[in-house]
């Protein structure tokens, strides 16, 4: 699959409301989303990382 096929949404510029710089690289990268106010979503990059992190 191309990687311009995959849900990636990065961002130039940081959210307004991320105050922690993890947070805001999270977002920028693409690896969260965020729903609502303290809910958060992994999306499809971010749950890869989520389970290489957990095989170590």
């Given at each position: ?22 947070h805001q690289l999270m977002v ?29």
């Amino acid at each position: 699959m191309k990687t311009t096929q995959l849900l990636i949404p990065t961002q130039k510029e940081a959210p307004n409301d991320a105050k922690i710089i993890s947070h805001q690289l999270m977002v920028r990268a693409g690896l969260i989303s965020k729903l609502a106010s303290g809910l958060y979503s992994y999306l499809p990059m971010g749950v890869r990382v989520l389970k290489k992190v957990e095989s170590i």
